[in-house]
């Protein structure tokens, strides 16, 4: 039987919350997450579209991405 736990549920500091938001992550392409970024390091995008951190020039499917 699957055991069913409560968990703590953690905030964003809120000073930094508009950094932190962002759309989700399959209703923009990646271009436009670059754009919402922009310089933000804290935008969430980043975990959810890493892809935006390479060079435009480097495909995101290319082996060297993953060594």
Same mark, same amino acid.
């Given at each position: +039987?699957?055991?069913?736990? %409560? ?9 930094n #919350?508009?950094? *932190? *938001? !962002? %759309? @989700?992550?399959?209703?923009? /392409?990646? @271009?436009?997450?670059?754009? #919402? !970024?922009?310089? /933000?390091? +804290?935008?969430? *995008?980043? !975990? /959810?579209? %890493? @892809? *935006?951190?390479?060079?435009? $020039? #480097?495909? %995101?499917?290319? $082996?060297?991405?993953? #060594?």
């Amino acid at each position: +039987m699957v055991k069913v736990r %409560p968990f703590k549920a953690y905030l964003a500091n809120q000073k930094n #919350i508009k950094k *932190i *938001i !962002c %759309p @989700e992550y399959d209703t923009i /392409n990646t @271009e436009e997450a670059r754009v #919402i !970024c922009g310089d /933000n390091d +804290m935008c969430f *995008i980043h !975990c /959810n579209k %890493p @892809e *935006i951190d390479l060079a435009k $020039d #480097i495909d %995101p499917y290319d $082996d060297s991405v993953y #060594i």
